[in-house]
């Protein structure tokens, strides 16, 4: 695949994270379990896009098997964490993942679970927007990202 055509890809998973983000946002009142759901796909979405633009071993992974495994995107996050020094990447994993089996699957949160998720998940579709946007940053360039 071309350069262009991962660009391509990386971006339409951003758009995708973003539009989650404000279904998301818009559901955290009356479809509590929804908005779960879509918090999840905005992070998964996020940690795909990371994954691809930094060339990780679990994209090429999630290629070869059709899909993206949880175990794949857990794995993803904890080295985007370590690669860009940022461990609010791991936090945003952790969150999301709870949210989808205990929010989404279990439908065990209401709309105050959400709306204290929501800040973890924005920081990290914040942080993967000026990413995607920029070329190669080093970890100290990323932590002015953060402020």
């Known amino acids: 695949m071309s350069a262009y055509g991962i660009q391509e890809d990386i971006q339409k998973l951003l758009d995708s994270a973003c539009k989650f983000f404000d279904e998301a946002t818009q559901l ?18 996020c940690i795909k896009a990371l994954a691809i633009k930094y060339d990780l071993e679990e994209y090429h992974k999630a290629k070869q098997e059709g899909t993206w495994w949880s175990r794949l995107l857990g794995k993803a996050a ?17 969150t999301a993942f709870d949210l989808h089996v205990n929010g989404f699957h279990e439908e065990m949160y ?7 998720a929501i800040p973890t998940v924005k920081k990290l579709l914040d942080l993967t927007s000026k990413l995607v946007k920029s070329h190669q940053h080093e970890s100290r360039e990323i932590t002015k990202l953060l402020d």
């Open 28 to 45: 955290a009142d009356r479809d509590p379990t929804q908005a779960c759901e879509k918090l999840y796909k905005v992070v998964e979405n």
């Open 78 to 94: 904890h080295k985007l964490a370590e690669r860009l020094n940022v461990e609010d990447i791991v936090r945003a994993w952790q």
């Open 110 to 116: 209401g709309p105050e679970e959400v709306k204290k």
